[in-house]
């Protein structure tokens, strides 16, 4: 038998197993595949029956390190171009440790006024970061999922208000069905989102101008016009997964002041862009929405799971999501309160030391900076595109994402779909570098997207020539 109290005394030596992998591990992600193929059959030895008799502390880390520096995708790595993904930071992977460390429960004050005074800081400075005036307050979540249900969760709250009704106490039913208006950049975790708000995933009315998705603004007028007094919720998107396009969010502002609707923006990684003068004007308006969804994980580059949700009227937070309330629990407005009766999670951990380690050690101009050269090297990535023969962008590059295609001198139109497919299975099972394909304006396309602190131009010009050797292959 292997009682965890009989190895106290070695936490500290199996801790230092992971130090002493760390450094290779690292040093390895400038060259390394993003996903070796060849090492998917070490996964194996993570499998078979629960143990009856367990391996031990140090044997039982020693494999889990052994596997994953060889089998894990290097997602943290500057080559990892899937899912608009950033890696950590130096400050950041040290800080997530230390919220292991600690191993906090930052459901309130009462359970740690470390972790509830840290994430106090830390989404102030995420407001500061954005852009925001300050009285607005906020939730850290898991993600970007969380964020938007968050959000939405007030607007929910928000609109029950309007008609006079309390649906966090008594439910959706005997209500209509929530207005919810969308250009077609909607992403699915919005989508998502409302499914589990009990609004349904369908719920959203799209106003599309094009097949891209551009909003169609005077269709989203008539429609407000239509609703009359009847309260509806805007979703506004800064940075679209496809090609990091935004909506307007100045005009979308005005609709919903005009028109009394609740302005929630997805701004998953585009809210970023404030950060420099270069791509600010993107979110120009923002500081006009009632809500806003974005993920730390992303640009910010802090590991998962780093979601966070901006409220204007952060008392609504406490009235969507405050608890029901226990006799050994502490309520919204209590002392010993905090941020579990602010969002959808209760049990917490302490996910705000990351956000923090890493805006205290770069701080704004570090990351601006970062933003900067991000935007530089897609620029890189779509000159390179535009020089290619057997290449073609499809869309503007606002941003970090360069959406083009595989297109070949003499290939029919009607081949170029299943091409650029193959082509995108071909680059994830050579694993040199990682991106997936998408559909734009009804064409299968490639869309990498650059936001980890890594990334150099070597990283995209590799990523380029891997492109054309498979698509020639």
């Known amino acids: 038998m292997t009682d965890p109290l009989a190895e106290r005394d070695l936490a500290a ?8 992998a760390a450094g290779p591990y690292l040093d390895s992600l400038a060259d390394r595949k993003v996903y070796d193929d060849g090492a998917a059959e070490l996964l194996t030895a993570l499998g078979g029956a629960l143990p009856e008799h367990g391996l031990g502390t140090v044997a039982a880390v020693e494999r889990l390190i052994a596997t994953g520096t060889a089998a894990a995708t290097a997602s943290s790595g500057p080559r990892f171009f899937h899912f608009v993904t950033g890696g950590a930071t130096p400050a950041a992977l040290a800080a997530d440790w230390t919220a292991s460390l600690l191993d906090q429960n930052s459901f309130a004050r009462a359970s740690s006024a470390f972790g509830t005074e840290v994430e106090a800081v830390v989404l102030d400075w995420l407001r500061a970061l954005a852009g925001l005036p300050a009285g607005w307050g906020g939730a850290l979540v898991a993600g970007a999922t969380f964020a938007n249900f968050t959000s939405l969760g007030c607007a929910t709250h928000w609109w029950g208000e309007r008609l006079g009704a309390d649906p966090v106490r008594d439910g959706l039913a005997g209500l209509p069905r929530m207005p919810v208006l969308s250009g077609g950049y909607v992403h699915a975790s919005a989508r998502k989102a409302l499914q589990m708000l009990g609004h349904g995933r369908d719920a959203v009315e799209v106003f599309a101008a094009d097949g891209v998705g551009r909003v169609d603004l005077d269709a989203m007028a008539r429609r407000l016009d239509a609703l009359g007094d009847a309260p509806a919720v805007i979703i506004a998107n800064a940075g679209e997964v496809n090609a990091g396009d935004f909506d307007p969010l100045e005009a979308l502002a005005d609709l919903a002041r005009d028109h009394g609707a609740w302005l929630h923006v997805d701004g998953a990684f585009g809210l970023f862009a404030a950060l420099s003068p270069r791509s600010s004007h993107l979110t120009r308006g923002i500081e006009r929405a009632d809500s806003i969804a974005a993920d730390a994980h992303k640009w910010l580059n802090v590991p998962y799971e780093s979601g966070f949700a901006l409220i204007r009227e952060p008392q609504r937070l406490g ?155």
């Open 13 to 20: 030596d199996a801790l230092r197993r992971v130090t002493a």
């Open 319 to 473: 009235s969507a999501f405050g608890m029901p309330g226990a006799a050994y629990l502490p309520g919204p407005q209590d002392p010993g309160g905090g941020y579990g009766l602010y969002g959808p999670e209760s049990s917490r951990r302490a996910r705000a030391l990351p956000i923090w380690a890493t805006l205290a050690a770069y701080g704004r101009d570090g990351y601006r900076a970062m933003v900067e050269r991000h935007l530089d090297l897609a620029r890189h990535l779509a000159r390179r595109v535009d020089e290619a023969d057997d290449l073609e962008r499809l869309a503007d590059v606002p941003l970090c994402i360069v959406c083009f295609r595989v297109r070949p001198p003499g290939v029919p139109e009607s081949e170029l779909d299943g091409l650029n497919r193959r082509v995108g299975a071909a680059l994830l099972a050579d694993g040199r570098v990682f991106a997936g394909t998408t559909v734009y304006d009804g064409r299968v396309a490639l869309r990498p997207a650059i936001v980890n602190w890594r990334t150099t131009e070597a990283d995209i010009d590799l990523f380029v020539r891997v492109v054309r050797e498979l698509a020639a292959a």
